[in-house]
């Protein structure tokens, strides 16, 4: 079983950067495609950036291309979010998620298989 634990989160101004990281455990974190996803109060969870399991390729919502950067580092066991630019409309929890053998086309929630507890992330203007 995977366990997720993002961290980073903060109370921010607009225009400033934020990283999120993303911890997991177990021997199997190079068989994941990696994402990050997005809830503000009164919104469903919407997708925000995707990463294949070697690092190589990603996949960004229209709404960060950008200003946010995935990245992975599979010796550690970590995925981040390098978030500049932040806008208050980026206040949100944010959620790394992990889906086994997927694709960074895979833009629905409900297609990953675990996902972390949440970072909370306030952009004020």
């Known amino acids: 079983q995977v366990q997720l634990v993002e961290s980073g989160g903060g109370l921010v101004q607009a225009g400033d950067s934020l990283r999120l990281s993303c911890a997991a455990s177990?021997?199997?974190?190079?068989?994941?495609?990696m994402g990050w996803f997005r809830q503000a109060p009164g919104k469903e969870r919407e997708f925000v950036a995707t990463i294949s399991r070697n690092g190589d390729s990603t996949n960004y919502a229209d709404s960060v291309k950008g200003r946010f950067t995935i990245s992975r580092d599979n010796a550690k066991n970590t995925v981040y979010l390098q978030m500049n630019s932040l806008k208050p409309e980026d206040t949100a929890v944010y959620y790394c998620a992990a889906d086994y053998l997927g694709s960074i086309r895979t833009y629905s929630p409900n297609e990953y298989d675990y996902w972390g507890q949440g970072t909370q992330v306030t952009v004020s203007s």
């Open positions: 177990g021997r199997t974190f190079r068989w994941y495609v």
